[in-house]
């Protein structure tokens, strides 16, 4: 896809019907939950050393090697989180094509060194393996685009919506536990060393969703978990390490191409779902992006064009306070949080809105409702 795109949903529904996770707090989805709901913290000092003698601190996957770095994470994280959706895909599948949609950390995608090349085609090959021991024939496609990565696999949304794909699996994995990606962090003095607060603790995890029709899960004995109504991406012209200015507009592209169903359904936003950090250039977006994405037209004519979406009060959650920054991750934790709330947590009948910006230009959005 090769610019900034949406997909709405128009008469055919998208339903998640399975997750799988993987990550510092729990072995999988429903604990993801529990420990995000219990406001847990799996905060723990890393064996990295910050320039004033810090040990770095991450939310880690403790019964991973400390050992093991990199892409040996992320495979077993990646693995762990995938094994949570067998029995959805093995429960009475109906044989139609499927297919899988992989995100993966930036530095995994154009312009990468061979290192990191090796290490994508070890990822692609052990998620192949997998999904030819569980899921037959199923074409793996990367999606390098960070936080964002989720939503810029916008096309299993739409293969599904439309039947031809009778499932898909969307998701992603990242670490920043490796070596090549502290010493990056440190020089770009993005890491959290006990001193500078303008800086971010690093995650690592792994989730997945399985996403059908509904009366194709109704048809195969699966429970419908949660709707998605809505997925957009957008371009920031000023990344984060660009020489231009953030402007806020690639995110608020995102959250209006998501959001802007709202008001003709005669309903309000109540629900944020984010991956905000304590960096200031993560605070100046979501300040720049949230009111023009949410008030589409207010701030552009003086208000002739206003149209209320958000609600009088909107809960703002960021996955980064309990489970780090889960980079490529991110978004499908996210989504996998507001499932299990609508499952766990009745009658909670919110809209809810997940977010991504990555370190590059790529912005993502999704929006979810309970069944």
């Not at 055919?12 to 019907?17: C, K, Q, R």
């Not at 707090?25 to 709901?37: E, T, V």
């Amino acid at each position: 896809m090769a610019g900034p795109a949406q997909w709405r949903e128009q008469g055919n529904a998208v339903a998640i019907v399975g997750t799988g996770a993987f990550n510092g707090l729990a072995f999988n989805a429903a604990q993801s939950w529990a420990f995000w709901r219990a406001e847990a913290t799996g905060v723990v000092e890393s064996p990295f050393r910050c320039a004033n003698g810090f040990r770095a601190t991450m939310v880690l996957a403790r019964t991973l090697s400390p050992r093991a770095v990199g892409v040996e994470r992320m495979e077993a994280l990646a693995l762990g989180a995938l094994e949570e959706l067998v029995p959805a895909l093995g429960a009475g599948g109906g044989g139609g094509p499927r297919a899988l949609w992989l995100g993966l950390p930036e530095r995994y995608g154009e312009g990468a060194g061979r290192e990191h090349v090796a290490e994508r085609r070890r990822l692609e090959q052990s998620v192949q393996a997998w999904c030819n021991r569980h899921a037959g024939k199923m074409p793996v496609n990367l999606v390098p685009r960070g936080h964002a990565s989720l939503a810029w696999a916008l096309e299993a949304f739409s293969e599904v919506a439309s039947g031809r794909l009778e499932a898909a699996i969307v998701g992603g994995v990242d670490t920043y536990y490796a070596p090549e990606v502290v010493d990056e962090l440190l020089t770009q003095e993005r890491l959290f060393d006990g001193d500078n607060l303008d800086s971010f603790i690093p995650g690592e995890g792994a989730a997945f969703l399985v996403l059908m029709r509904p009366r194709v899960a109704q048809r195969q004995g699966l429970p419908v978990l949660a709707r998605v109504e809505a997925v957009a991406t957008g371009f920031e012209p000023g990344a984060m390490f660009s020489e231009q200015s953030c402007t806020g507009n690639g995110l608020a592209q995102a959250v209006r191409g998501a959001v802007q169903g709202l008001p003709a359904s005669g309903r309000r936003l109540e629900w944020l779902l984010g991956d905000l950090t304590n960096e200031n250039y993560r605070a100046q977006e979501f300040q720049l992006a949230l009111p023009r994405g949410v008030a589409p037209g207010g701030l552009d004519s003086a208000g002739k064009d206003y149209q209320p979406i958000a609600a009088d009060e909107v809960q703002a959650d960021f996955l980064p306070l309990r489970f780090g920054d889960l980079g490529a991750a991110t978004l499908p934790t996210a989504a996998i949080i507001a499932a299990h709330t609508y499952m766990r947590d009745p009658p909670v009948t919110r809209t809810c809105l997940l977010m991504g910006s990555s370190v590059g230009p790529h912005r993502g959005a999704m929006l979810m409702a309970p069944v």
